[in-house]
Structures are given as C-alpha cells and as structure tokens.
C-alpha cells in the first residue's frame, strides 16, 4: 500500500514546485513537489472510500516504523489522513487520542504541524479530553512538540464558545476595547463565562518560551490571535507582570502591529510596550 502511495503522489510532483517549497520549508524531509490542494484531494478520497471505511486506517498503518525513509509529502498525508479519519464520528475518544500520540513525535517542519492542526476536528468532540492530553506537549522541552500543542489551541479551541459555534475575529479594534472600564471588567466577565479556553490559553501563553523558534513563533501567533479576538483580556496580560520571555512577547507586539484589525492609536500603544 505505502508504494501504492507513493506512487501516486509522483504523478503529481513537480520539480519546480519542490525547489520552491524546499525554501521556505527548512529541515523538511525530502521532497516530492507535490501541491497540498492535491494531497489534500487524496487524502479525502481515501477516508470517503465507501467501498472500505477502514482504508484511511489501513493506508496509515503502511507508515508505522518508516519514519525515517519517508518523503515530506507521505507524512504530510498522514496527518490529513488521520485528521479527517478521526473526525468520522465512530472514532472513539480512545482510538483518536492514539492516532495523535503516533503522529506528535513525525512532525518536525511548520508545514505538516500547521496543515494537522488545522485538520484535527477530532478536538470539537473531544474538546476536554484532547485539552487533557495535550499538556504534557504544550510544557515538554521539545521544539515540535510545543508548537503542534499551540497551534492545536489556536486551531481548534480559541475561537469556540461553550457551545461549540465558531466566533469570527474583531474586524475593528480601538483603545475602547482595552482600556480597564467598568464596562470592559464587567464584558469580560461574561466573555469568560461564554468562552471557557480563554483563561486556560492565556495561562498557558504568560510564561517563558525556550524551546526553539518554532515554538516561540507559535506563541507569538497565538497570542496574537488572541488579542485579535479578545482584545481586553489579552491586552491585561500583555500590560501587566506578563511573563514571556523578551524575544516572544516583541514578536507577539509586532504581529499585532501588522495585523489590519486594530485602529493606528492601538499599534502605537502596542509599540510602547515594547521591551529593550
């Protein structure tokens, strides 16, 4: 099966696409050049094959022990697969906290860790068992492990309610949004109440990252997509006795100055903010 696979995925590789992607992706295993629209199209057609509803099981399997020997783009299609499959709901709490615990120790490179995460809908019905699960990761001294934990957050609980609806981000942001009002205290009182992860992430973010770049990076995102959606508790942290370390908490300042949301009076204050 996995040279079924492999197989498949050189049909669509193209050289040029590769010596383009193995730029902007470094350490990657080697490359096929394959486009992700096109793993992507793969990877549902085999978790919808309706002729055997276990072959994304089955083709994931084939990976098991080759870590090492495999393209970027097979482990790359590992992750879609196990990210759609688990999201099929006969899959068990169980067998998907599995499928997880396999696959955090292959991503090694921002790409398969981003695309996974953005897939893994297996947290929307496990939301507090994977939360559970995952803060080993979220404080182990490992680079991958870290950002995958993060981003997991920034993907799949940061912008749920504690009905599992989606919430859209802030399109405007103004100094009325962070200031320290009786209103503003009160709102966010309620906006906790609504919105049960976003003490936990915060808590998780108010803290020294150490762990690599891609993991301080992660933080930064995070955080800053944070202040994006609730702009008042995240704007507390960053304002106050916030214990990130230097390098993650500027980056987080300049990803919220480059962000189009918040007003020009916000940036500046943001940019005051900065540590020397």
Do not use: H
Request: charged share 25%.
């Amino acid at each position: 099966m996995r040279e079924e696979i492999r197989t498949i995925l050189a049909q669509y590789a193209e050289e040029q696409y590769k010596e383009f992607s193995a730029g902007l992706i470094p350490g990657a295993k080697p490359l096929m050049g394959v486009r992700l629209p096109q793993m992507r199209k793969l990877a549902k057609s085999i978790v919808n094959d309706k002729k055997n509803k276990s072959r994304w099981r089955d083709e994931t399997a084939t990976f098991d022990g080759v870590y090492k020997d495999l393209f970027f783009e097979e482990t790359m299609l590992r992750g879609m697969l196990i990210g759609y499959g688990t999201a099929k709901k006969e899959v068990s709490c169980e067998e998907g906290l599995i499928y997880l615990k396999a696959f955090i120790p292959q991503i090694d490179n921002w790409a398969v860790c981003d695309s996974f995460c953005n897939s893994f809908a297996f947290a929307n019905r496990y939301r507090e068992d994977v939360w559970d699960f995952l803060q080993s990761y979220l404080y182990s001294e490992q680079e991958f492990e870290v950002r995958v934990a993060l981003i997991l957050l920034l993907s799949q609980y940061l912008k749920y309610d504690i009905n599992n609806n989606k919430i859209s981000r802030n399109r405007n942001i103004s100094m009325v949004d962070i200031v320290p009002t009786q209103a503003n205290m009160v709102r966010s009182k309620q906006t906790k109440k609504q919105y049960p992860y976003l003490e936990k992430i915060l808590m998780v973010l108010n803290r020294a990252f150490s762990q690599g770049y891609y993991a301080q990076m992660a933080a930064a995102w995070l955080t800053a997509e944070t202040f994006v959606c609730f702009p008042y508790e995240t704007g507390q942290m960053l304002a106050g006795a916030c214990q990130m370390d230097r390098w993650t908490y500027n980056k987080t300042l300049q990803k919220i100055r480059e962000s189009l949301n918040p007003d020009k009076e916000v940036k500046e204050y943001v940019k005051s903010l900065k540590r020397g």
